[in-house]
C-alpha cells in the first residue's frame, strides 16, 4: 500500500513538471517489506568490523641465525585479502628459539620449535616455526657439477651442519650416508668407493635437521698415463695450502713455494687453513678438480687473506730458447688491474707495449729480452689510484710465471716461479 502511494506521488510530479526520467530506485530496507540493500559495488571495506580472520604467510621452516619477514593479511567477509589498516600485535612463544620484531621479522636463535602469534583486535592467528641448521657435504663441489672420479679411487666425505650464513654449528654431527648406484658405494663414514667407469651416482647425508646431496661420476678419460703438476702458493697472508690428489702423497705447501712433480691421473682436493671464517670468497675446503692423462697442469693459489681462490692453468712443456725469457702473468688480487708491461724506467702514460687484464687467469708467454722490466698497475674498478710501478726481471733460458698477490694496489706485490 505505501509503495504503491509512492509512486502515485511520483507520477504526479512527473506530470507537474514535465519531467518524466526513470525515477532513482531508494537502496532498499527503508520502508516495511522492502528487501535488504545490495552490498556496494567496489573494494571491499578494510576497517576491523569488516574482517574475519588473520593470514600469516612466512615459511615453516628457518635456518638457523636466518631472518625472514613475515606478511600478515586480513581476511573479510566477502573472502577478500587485504592489507590490515594497522599493524598486528606480534609474539613468539619461545623467543629464545625465534624471535619476532614488531616489523614482523622473525630470526631464529636456537635449533627447536616457536608459535608466531598475530593479533588483530578480537582476531588470532598463529604460525608454527622450526630453526633448524642446513646440512653440507665436504668436500662440495667448486667449479664442478659433480666431484670426478677414477676406478678404483677412494673418496672421503664428511657431513657438517651450518647456520645461514655457512658457519659451522656442529662438525661432527650423526648422519645416514646413502648411495643410489651400489657399483659407486658409500660407507657409514662417508668414504666412496667406485668399482665401475661409466657410472654415476648421487650420495646423500641425511642428519635430523635434513639432509644434502653430491654427485658423483665415474669416468674412463681418467685412466691411463701419468699427468705433470706444479702447485704453488702464492695467496698472500693465507697460511698453509694442502694439495691432495687422488692416487698419490699429498703436498703442503706455505706462500711463496712451488712444486712439480708427476701423478697418476684421478681428481685431487684442495685444503687451506688461514682464511677469515666464514670467506665470503676465497679457497673452499673442498675445491676439487681434474687430472687427466697426459696434462701438464699448474695450479696456483692466489689472492690474499680476505680474497683468495685457485687459478689453474693448463699447459703443455715447450722449448725455450736459450737467450729469451719469457713471462706470463696471472693476476690474483682485487680489485682487478689492468697490467701494462714496460722497459725500466719508461714513462707509465700512453699506449703500453704489452698489456694483460684477466681475473684468476694466465697471460700468453710474453717474449722478452732477459733482464730487468717494469710491470705497472691500474686499478679498473673502485676509487682511481696512481698507477702502481712494480720491478721484477725476465730469466734468460727459460720462462717465468709472475703472480700478482695482495688485496689492493698498495700492498700489490709479484711471486715469481721458474718455468722449467
Not at 242 to 269: H, K, N
Not at 286 to 298: A, C, K, M, P, Y
Not at 358 to 371: E, I, R, V
Request: aromatic residues 6%.
Amino acid at each position: 500500500m505505501h509503495r504503491r502511494l509512492a509512486s502515485v506521488l511520483l507520477l504526479a510530479a512527473c506530470l507537474a513538471t514535465g519531467s518524466c526520467a526513470d525515477p532513482v530506485e531508494p537502496p532498499g530496507g527503508d520502508l516495511p517489506g522492502d528487501p535488504p540493500a545490495k552490498p556496494p559495488v567496489g573494494p571491499p571495506g578494510t576497517g576491523p568490523e569488516s574482517l574475519v580472520a588473520l593470514h600469516i604467510t612466512a615459511p615453516g621452516v628457518l635456518e638457523l641465525h636466518g631472518a625472514e619477514l613475515l606478511t600478515i593479511t586480513g581476511i573479510t567477509r566477502a573472502g577478500y585479502s587485504v592489507v590490515l589498516p594497522g599493524p598486528p600485535v606480534l609474539s613468539s612463544s619461545d623467543p629464545a628459539t625465534a624471535s619476532v620484531s614488531p616489523a614482523g621479522v622473525v630470526t631464529g636463535l636456537l635449533r627447536g620449535t616457536a608459535t608466531i602469534t598475530a593479533r588483530y583486535g578480537a582476531l588470532v592467528s598463529t604460525l608454527a616455526l622450526t630453526v633448524r641448521t642446513r646440512v653440507r657435504i665436504e668436500p662440495g663441489y667448486s667449479g664442478n657439477t659433480y666431484w670426478p672420479m677414477a676406478a678404483g679411487d677412494t673418496l672421503q666425505f664428511t657431513a657438517a651442519l651450518v647456520d645461514a650464513n655457512g658457519i659451522v654449528v656442529e662438525s661432527a654431527p650423526a648422519v645416514t650416508w646413502a648411495s643410489n648406484n651400489p657399483t659407486v658405494s658409500v660407507s657409514a663414514a662417508g668414504q666412496v668407493i667406485s668399482s665401475q667407469v661409466n657410472e654415476a651416482a648421487t650420495i646423500t647425508a641425511t642428519a635430523a635437521d635434513g639432509s644434502a646431496s653430491v654427485d658423483v661420476v665415474v669416468s674412463d678419460v681418467l685412466a691411463g698415463q701419468p699427468a705433470i703438476i706444479r702447485f704453488a702458493h702464492a695467496a698472500l697472508g693465507v697460511g698453509p695450502i694442502t694439495f691432495v690428489p687422488s692416487r698419490g702423497e699429498p703436498v703442503t705447501l706455505t706462500y711463496g713455494q712451488a712444486i712439480e712433480r708427476p701423478v697418476m691421473s684421478g681428481s685431487f682436493t684442495v685444503q687451506t687453513t688461514g682464511l677469515p671464517a666464514p670467506a665470503p670468497f676465497g679457497i673452499p675446503s673442498g675445491f676439487v678438480g681434474v687430472i687427466r692423462g697426459g696434462d701438464h697442469l699448474t695450479l696456483f693459489a692466489v689472492g690474499g687473506a680476505n680474497y683468495a681462490s685457485v687459478a689453474p692453468i693448463w699447459t703443455t712443456p715447450a722449448s725455450v730458447a736459450p737467450d729469451s725469457g719469457l713471462v706470463r702473468i696471472v693476476q690474483g688480487w682485487t680489485p682487478f688491474p689492468v697490467v701494462y708491461i714496460r722497459p725500466t724506467g719508461a714513462a707509465a702514460d700512453g699506449l703500453p707495449e704489452q698489456c694483460y687484464f684477466d681475473p684468476m687467469n694466465a697471460s700468453p708467454y710474453y717474449p722478452l729480452a732477459a733482464g730487468g722490466f717494469d710491470l705497472i698497475l691500474q686499478q679498473k674498478y673502485g676509487s682511481p689510484t696512481a698507477p702502481v710501478r712494480l720491478p721484477v726481471a725476465a730469466t734468460a733460458g727459460h720462462g717465468v710465471t709472475m703472480v700478482l698477490v695482495g688485496d689492493s694496489p698498495a700492498t700489490a706485490g709479484v711471486v715469481t716461479f721458474a718455468d722449467f
